[in-house]
């Protein structure tokens, strides 16, 4: 062994603990190996967790299989709202999920943190309604009579009891010794943004009761907007997300815009650090970084989903494909719809 290798091996270890990511919990999401999380052993087991989220884990056996359906909910998310986008948030097979693409404290950093965030606090408060959970249930604070004049029925989803532990277990990591870093306060800010997305959009939703629907009685109760709501709303952020840099303000250091014309961005806004890569090329030393060649573009859209923008001026191929629809339904008498299948010719386009 030489000291060459050793000091190779030293570095790549240091270059590991350092590329150490908040976000590595999302990896729970691949974890479909491990059964249930069941006992205090298996929480010492899951990879990408840090030693404090192990803590958390061994205290709330019961939260992990739904911080696990978070970790997937936000990943499923990730992937539909970027599906026309260069860089379409495709996983890895290892940690962090996300490659190199998160590590950086970029626009795309800065959805996954506001997403994930959100997925737990989605996932966790989803157990808690559904009775699944003896730590919480519904929240029974609101109840009696609305001045609407509709009753409560006393199972609101529990969206502070989701919001708390999302807050616990996943900004765990900023809060520790790196609390003033740049980047701890843009994940910070990016988590807080991302529950957000579910706090302020959350809804009435109500039953009628009475002799057939009536609605002599109608009970209704605070329910969360469905995930695909709250991932539109963190997309919408995404696209008009703030570049920010540090300032220190007494002794507390801030994010303010860069740029100081901009309107200072509010608690519900995404800020990022650094300007995101352009995604074009494949890049065998950046985990993550697929490029866009192979992708499928709409050669009549200006858009970044566009050929044009997404196969960056490399240019595409086009070739004939066959789709099966189906078409010329009839309902027939009762009561069912039969369709035939048709066949037809698509241009499919696809970048080099
Ligand atoms: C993303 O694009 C790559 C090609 O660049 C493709 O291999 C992958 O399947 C896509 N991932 C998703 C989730 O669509
Ligand atoms: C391609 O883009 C055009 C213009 O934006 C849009 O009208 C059309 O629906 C898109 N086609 C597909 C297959 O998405």
Redesign the pocket.
Known sequence: MTAGYLLRSLLLLILALFSANASNWLYLAKLSSVGSISDEKTCEKLRGLIQRQVQICKRNLEVMDAVRRGAQIAIDECQYQFR?RRWNCSTLETVPVFGKVVTQGTREAAFVYAISAASVAFAVTRACSSGELDKCGCDRNVHGFSPEGFQWSGCSDNIAYGVAFSQSFVDVRERGKGQSSNRALMNLHNNEAGRKAILNNMRVECKCHGVSGSCELKTCWKAMPPFRKVGNVIKEKFDGATEVEQRKIGTTKVLVPRNAQFKPHTDEDLVYLEPSPDFCDFDPRTPGMLGTAGRHC??????I??CELMCCGRGFHTEEVEVVDRCSCKFHWCCYVKCKQCRKM?EMHTCR
């Not at 709409?298 to 858009?303: H, R």
Request: charged share 30%; net charge positive; aromatic share 0%.
């Open positions: 026309n709409n050669k009549t859209s200006k858009a989903d566009g698509v």
